[in-house]
């Protein structure tokens, strides 16, 4: 398996079709010469070369001089493989939704080689024996993506009684959480900041006031007030995210190591808070998803244009109906998700918080739906959106339209996530590690349709969509998780 | 279908072709087209006052009205509107269909379908609703109300019942007053499209908590920058609503407001906003006083005002069946050649 990156064509991955290794076998050889490489651990991006040699990263060498002629960030890129810390697989409850394996499968596609799965399953994971079914159904999947969970916090996310947490912490959970939902009281997450910091582990929240958000359908604003859907209001996550961090500054009195990470923030207003109790020395982290940053509720009226186009000149959003934007049907439900999709001012400051620190990490809340979920009304359809294979797109787009450097991109799906979770092995470029790295082609792109994607759930509003960034090769651990079935044609 | 109904004739050769294969809400109307509904409502009435109300436009087509939220005033004039037009009607009720075993819309609009249903009128508690039902019906799709999102029927028998009530038929500069619930309203929203288009100076008058996001909407079109509409008005303050008005129309209030928390009390409403004799003085002395209906009289409207010579909203109902009788003839009448583009997929820009 030789290859060779570089800008001038999209130079396909890894040897020939059919003679390369399985998914799931060992990587015994792979060599590519002069792509681009981004290593987010030394912080180092250029021209460069890696062989991999029986799994492991044997060689990383940076090119220069007349040997990087040509090589450059718009071809072919090398980069640690991607670690989602936010992802529902389904397994047990809801296979027809999603397994472990067609998870894994879609996450190696997505350029992941880790992710982190919530425990909103059925039953829920919050004790021993189902965090061994999932562990189980990743074995047995032939995936090497290495597949993590986080316990509930309560027992049976009921929001009434702690789970087994310290069962939950030596059975080897990453973090707490009752995602999709709020852990229900403040008294609740008192407790379990507490008993989780302890654990030296974090409590992932789901920041959502459900007395304000009853019964809506779409973030409150100018379009849920045109399309007559009921308004869930900004200050539906902001009255969340006080009462967190008030609670947080609480624990922390009492016991150092709580920690807290808020998941996908999506309005200026909660990500400001963040910025300021960071800067006052909270230990609170937040992630931003890709839907948050790249899509805005004008996509519900039928708008598709990326929210960076939405985005006046002085900072408001545009208005889709001035604009003449609606070119797509309205009310479609791969829209639906919680929290929902906001304003193009709310992406803008998604990404401001991303590319200044606040947010850590994008994570993907994939959340896999049948159709039976989501062909319906739209105030009846389940949310989440089926996102752990365009991510990666998404983020070139945004990287693409130069509003976000390649490197933070890369840095947002590897080093920011391990930060978040305790005890996470670094993910750089490193020689003589397994290697664990994701291969795409920048100067290529891919068609989203529901057979282009591997995940069982097709409910991504990118139906359709072309997305810049094929990715060709994804190693994890040494071995191979997902192949560009074109390799190899030319 | 071979033959044009007689009186509709004229249809035929009017300028504007009629190229909408669905009417879910009224924002894809270019005025033209709206102006046409309004010629073709007029054939319609014509119909209406002969002797025998039937003409054969539709005969043989099969018209099923799907209503999953109860409606008397709707369900029957499209049902009136289908039988003048000669259509065949089924009528169903999800309350005693399988809708209450649990059967998804999807598969109840297929089913219909398969039963033959060409033209399928709906009404639905869930915004959107009629959009998804336009994807997977292969026919017609006539909205009946949906949501909070939209009623275009209403809004489109409200615009000819004022044109026909205003000197010269021309709404343009005419102060419209709609008052009353109008967040949950779909007919505030559907009436917000057709009088903007139509040049009205319309305003849209509540209690905050159910005015709550309009003031945005307004503000966003301020400047009239949607083509083919213009800017409206949004206040809380009654008198400034109904001061020299030429419409005034009333919403309903619903009584599960109060649990909601959003007003303290009937009473409390009726005191600051009911339309009364008193208030209607402000407006002018030719104004016309209009409801959608079903009324709760002594709330948001005073009985003697109801049936005073000002009130045509019996006028409205009457109009309706006209206006839905030229919508079907429209949608699915014997001219429908020019086959259209799927608005269920696709939103058509030009307004």
Redesign the interface.
């Known amino acids: 398996m030789t290859t060779e990156g570089g800008a001038s064509g999209p130079a396909r991955g890894a040897g020939a079709k059919g003679l390369g290794p399985k998914v799931g076998e060992t990587v015994e050889r792979f060599e590519l010469e002069k792509a681009w490489l981004v290593d987010p651990v030394s912080g180092r991006e250029g021209p460069g070369e890696i062989v991999v040699i029986d799994g492991i990263l044997e060689s990383v060498t940076w090119l220069e001089g007349a040997e990087a002629e040509g090589v450059t960030d718009k071809g072919v890129v090398v980069a640690p493989g991607f670690f989602d810390i936010h992802a529902h697989f389904r397994e047990p409850g809801f296979e027809d939704a999603e397994t472990v394996a067609t998870g894994s499968a879609a996450a190696a596609h997505g350029g992941y080689t880790t992710v982190a799965l919530m425990p909103n399953t059925q039953p829920a994971l919050d004790e021993p024996g189902t965090l061994a079914r999932v562990r189980a159904a990743a074995a047995a999947s032939g995936s090497p993506v290495e597949v993590l969970a986080f316990g509930a916090v309560s027992a049976g996310r009921g929001g009434e009684q702690l789970s087994a947490m310290g069962e939950l912490a030596d059975a080897g959970v990453i973090g707490y959480s009752d995602d999709g939902a709020p852990v229900k009281t403040p008294k609740l997450l008192r407790s379990a900041l507490l008993y989780a910091g302890m654990l030296g582990l974090p409590i992932v929240e789901h920041a959502e006031d459900l007395e304000l958000t009853a019964g809506t359908?779409a973030h409150?604003?100018?379009v849920?007030?045109?399309?007559?859907?009921?308004?869930w209001p900004t200050a539906g996550e902001v009255s969340a995210v006080s009462r967190d961090l008030a609670v947080l500054a609480d624990a922390l009195g009492d016991q150092p190591g709580a920690r807290l990470h808020l998941t996908h923030l999506s309005t200026a207003p909660a990500l400001d808070l963040v910025r300021r109790a960071r800067a006052a020395g909270l230990p609170v982290t937040c992630d931003v998803t890709p839907h948050h940053l790249a899509f805005t509720d004008e996509w519900i009226a039928?708008a598709r244009r990326w929210a960076w186009d939405a985005l006046a000149a002085d900072g408001t959003s545009r208005?889709p109906?001035?604009d003449?934007a609606?070119?797509?049907?309205?009310?479609n439900t791969s829209l639906r998700v919680n929290p929902p999709l906001a304003s193009a001012v709310d992406a803008a400051a998604c990404l401001a918080a991303l590319v200044d620190g606040t947010a850590s990490a994008v994570a993907t809340d994939h959340a896999p739906h049948t159709i039976?979920d989501k062909?319906?009304?739209?105030?009846?359809a389940s949310n989440g959106i089926s996102g752990i294979e365009t991510a990666l797109g998404v983020l070139l787009a945004l990287v693409d339209a130069g509003r976000l450097p390649l490197a933070r991109a890369i840095a947002a799906l590897t080093t920011g996530p391990a930060t978040v979770i305790a005890g996470s092995r670094a993910r750089g470029l490193t020689e003589g590690a397994a290697a664990d790295l994701v291969v795409f082609d920048r100067a290529d792109s891919w068609q989203v349709t529901p057979e282009s994607l591997l995940s069982k759930g097709k409910n991504s509003p990118l139906i359709g969509r072309e997305l810049p960034g094929r990715v060709l090769l994804t190693i994890a651990g040494g071995r191979l998780g997902y192949e560009d079935p074109s390799a190899g044609d030319e | 279908m071979t033959t044009v109904a007689p009186a509709a004739s004229g249809a035929g050769t009017d300028a504007v072709a009629w190229h909408h294969r669905h009417l879910i809400d009224v924002d894809v109307l270019t005025w033209p087209e709206i102006e046409l509904i309004m010629r073709t409502t007029e054939q319609m009435k014509g119909i209406l006052a002969r002797p025998i109300r039937k003409v054969p436009a539709l005969n043989g087509r099969r018209v099923t009205t799907l209503f999953y939220e109860a409606s008397t005033r709707t369900r029957v004039s499209f049902e009136s509107a289908a039988r003048n037009l000669s259509a065949d009607v089924v009528s169903v009720a999800p309350a005693t269909s399988s809708v209450t075993k649990g059967e998804?819309?999807?598969d109840t609009i297929r089913t219909l379908e398969a039963l033959g249903a060409e033209i399928l009128v709906m009404r639905?508690s869930?915004?959107?609703?009629p959009?998804?039902a336009a994807?997977i019906f292969s026919g017609h799709v006539l909205n009946g109300g949906?949501?909070?999102?939209?009623h275009p029927t209403q809004a489109l028998l409200d615009l000819y019942t004022m044109r026909e009530n205003v000197p010269g038929g021309d709404l343009r500069g005419k102060k419209v007053a709609i008052v009353g619930d109008i967040l949950h309203s779909?007919v505030a929203?559907s009436n917000i499209w057709s009088l903007t288009a139509a040049g009205a100076d319309l305003w849209l008058c509540g209690p905050a908590t159910l005015l709550?996001?309009?003031d945005?909407?307004a503000s966003?079109w301020s400047g009239g920058?949607?083509?083919g509409h213009g800017k409206f008005n949004v206040t809380s303050d009654i008198d400034a609503a109904l001061r020299d008005a030429d419409v005034v129309m009333g919403l309903r209030i619903q009584r599960e407001r109060m649990q909601g928390g959003l007003l303290p009390s009937l009473r409390e409403y009726a005191a600051m906003y009911q339309l009364n004799a008193e208030r209607i003085s402000l407006a002018r002395p030719e104004a016309i006083v209009m409801h959608p209906g079903p009324m709760n009289e002594g709330v948001e409207i005073a009985p003697d005002i109801a049936i005073s010579g000002r009130s045509v909203i019996l006028d409205q109902v009457s109009n309706g069946v006209a206006v839905r009788m030229a919508l079907l003839y429209l949608l699915a009448g014997s001219h429908e050649a020019a086959q259209p583009g799927h608005?269920?997929?696709?939103?058509e820009?030009a307004r």
Do not use: N, Q
Not at chain 1, 375 to 380: I, P, T
Not at chain 2, 146 to 150: F, K, L, N, Q, R
Not at chain 2, 343 to 347: D, K, N
């Open positions: 359908e409150e604003g100018y849920a007030s045109v399309m007559g859907l009921a308004g039928g208005d109906w001035i003449g609606l070119t797509a049907g309205p009310f039976v062909e319906v009304e739209f105030g009846k | 998804s819309l999807v639905h869930v915004s959107g609703a959009y998804l994807e949906d949501g909070w999102h939209a779909r929203r709550r996001g309009f945005r909407w966003a920058a949607v083509p608005e269920g997929a696709h939103i820009t």
